[in-house]
């Protein structure tokens, strides 16, 4: 029996004790996990591998406990976490996987992404990700200090929202032209993603999008179990 969990949009910070404690009750919860899908934003904001603040020592620790156990663990990056490489995953043997990836879940083929390249409408935010996603301004980036990224960091994070806060509801949520174009061009009939922050199981023309839930006064998860998915939430 295939025993696999999907979730997305923790938003970890250090401000947030109880969400750490959520994830750490969930996977002790659900007992052996064959897989651990992370889809993104699971830091409200990541200054690079090189960073040494305890959440991110904290966060390895929890991650190699479950890894031990035998769980494969899977990372997508986010809008929030984008800067999140390979060596620091490499600390608990995590594999990094691209903005899009099939996997078979529940017996059928399933596209998995973080979501926000649904948001298709969100023009100003997908020229901001064409910028950040340049390598060269990565590096660039990378290149200063800690300290220097965690003051940007904290600058780009109180932008983005204010930004929001001034766009309409729908712009932020995704297109469905994109949506059912990507699920196209992927060859799939089942979506799983997160960004919206608006859990929900969506019906489509022989198809179906699953969208995660973000991390707040509940917890939201998809769970696998052999040709079963099931979305549920329960109280931090």
Known sequence: MTHSLFISDLHLSEDTPQIEQGLTALLKKEGDIDRLFLLGDIFEA???????SP??????????????????????????????????LDR????????????????ESTLLMHGDLLCSDDVDYLAFRAIAHNPEWQVEMLAK??????????????MSKEAASNKAEDIMDVNEA???????????????????????RHPLQNAERIVLGDWNNTTWCLRERDETLELFEFKL
């Open 145 to 158: 200090s800690l300290e220097e990224r965690r003051q940007l960091a904290k600058h780009l994070r109180a």
């Open 92 to 107: 608990f043997n995590a594999t990094l996987l691209g903005d899009s990836v099939c996997v078979e879940v529940a017996g």
């Open 46 to 52: 990541w200054i690079g591998d090189d960073d040494d």
């Open 55 to 88: 959440l991110t020592l904290r966060f390895a620790d929890t991650m190699t406990r479950v890894a031990e156990g035998g769980t494969q663990i899977f990372f997508t990056r986010g809008n929030r976490d984008f800067l999140l490489g390979q060596s620091y």
């Open 178 to 200: 994109t949506v059912r174009t990507v699920m196209s061009e992927h060859g799939v009939s089942r979506l799983i993603h997160g960004h919206t922050h608006r859990p929900c």
